[in-house]
């Protein structure tokens, strides 16, 4: 069973500042998904990667993919109260690409 | 929202009922999925429906029983739960394999009392 680690479990900032979310496993991921979720709603995509060393970025948001494919981090520059939420990873891992495995995410809360 | 549709949001049962959830997508996904979430938890999957042939059942207790009549449409048939299977029920839809995301619906809350 392929784990995803997610860090930190909880984080909360003042409106402005920079936050970085990790996800980790043991395992390669054959690709890599980041949602948000909100209260009483279903997560939402925000990006996919792929490719080992891979870098996308959404606005303020920027998503690593580790080389080695093991591993992702999200990097939030200047946070809004809009971006609270919780974060969830999940991995594709080898030819069961029709599953994906989910951490337990990173609730993010941003003060105004 | 999102493309695909859940319900009902809310659903209270008793351990003796017998309740259906609804999902539908008319996103053109061939795949079909059910998600438990709980607290402090990462998401479950439950079942896993492609071109509405069950391909997934990670080892789910029958009083959970899904129904899947096409491509967009899938259900859950719940009987006799447990206060334990008190969760978010979250469908999701993808289009071939989840390598490139899922679409998921709002959930169903659902309470057993």
């Known amino acids: ?112 | 929202e999102t493309g695909v549709t859940q319900t009902p949001r809310h659903l209270v049962m008793g351990m003796t009922n017998k309740k259906s959830l609804k999902c539908e997508q008319h996103l053109g996904h061939n795949a079909m999925y059910w998600y438990k979430q709980s607290a402090k938890k990462p998401l479950e999957l439950m079942f896993v429906y492609n071109f509405k042939e069950q391909t997934e059942n990670n080892s789910v207790p029958s009083r959970f029983s899904p129904e899947c009549p096409n491509s967009s449409h899938l259900f859950l048939h719940l009987h006799t739960l447990q206060p334990e299977d008190s969760a978010l029920y979250l469908c999701a839809s993808s289009q071939d394999t989840g390598n490139y995301g899922y679409t998921f619906g709002s959930g169903t809350r659902l309470t057993v009392v």
């Open chain 1, 1 to 112: 069973t392929q784990l995803l680690e997610q860090s930190p479990q909880f984080l909360s900032i003042q409106e402005g500042e920079n936050l970085t979310v990790y996800c980790n496993s043991s395992s390669v991921f054959s690709s890599l998904q980041w949602y948000r979720q909100e209260p009483g709603e279903g997560p939402v995509l925000l990006v996919t990667v792929v490719t080992g060393g891979e870098v996308k970025k959404l606005k303020r948001l920027t998503f690593q993919f580790g080389d080695a494919r093991k591993d992702s981090s999200l990097h939030i520059t200047a946070a809004q109260p809009g971006d609270t939420g919780l974060y969830l990873c999940a991995g594709a891992f080898g030819g069961s690409n029709y599953k994906l495995t989910f951490g337990k995410g990173t609730l993010l809360t941003v003060n105004p």
